[in-house]
Nanobody, 120 residues
Framework: QVQLVESGGGLVQAGGSLRLSCAASGGGFSVSEMGWYRQAPGKQRELVATITSGTNTNYAESVKGRFTISRDNAGNTVILQMDSLKPEDTAFYYC??????????????WGQGTLVIVSS
């Protein structure tokens, strides 16, 4: 069974920083893309940032220049460094991993979510 374990959420003042981490564990999987999504109360889940196994990155326009996504060398841990946080960044942040499971495409797993609150 593959699990994604997230950490690093919390409460921070506007202008501050937080670092989110997500580690994938288990057997049989190969991750091609990991990313972070967020969902604020009353809103749909939206993409924040993704990174492929080739380290290509993609960011939402609202976080470009403030957030940085990276992966460790093994490729199964993804980090989201969030700087210059704004109150509108307040949301539950969810880690996502996609790839193959025992060489079968379609692996798509979500973490349990971690809450980020940015106070003004």
């Amino acid at each position: 069974q593959v699990q994604l374990v997230e950490s690093g959420g919390g409460l921070v003042q506007a202008g501050g920083s937080l670092r989110l981490s997500c580690a994938a564990s288990g057997g049989g999987f190969s991750v091609s893309e990991m990313g972070w999504y967020r969902q604020a109360p009353g809103k749909q889940r939206e993409l924040v940032a993704t990174i492929t196994s080739g380290t290509n990155t993609n960011y939402a326009e609202s976080v470009k220049g403030r957030f940085t996504i990276s992966r460790d060398n093994a490729g199964n841990t993804v980090i989201l460094q969030m700087d210059s946080l704004k109150p509108e960044d307040t949301a539950f942040y969810y880690c996502n991993a996609r790839g193959t499971y025992y060489d079968v495409p379609g692996f798509d797993r979500w973490g349990q979510g971690t809450l980020v609150i940015v106070s003004s």
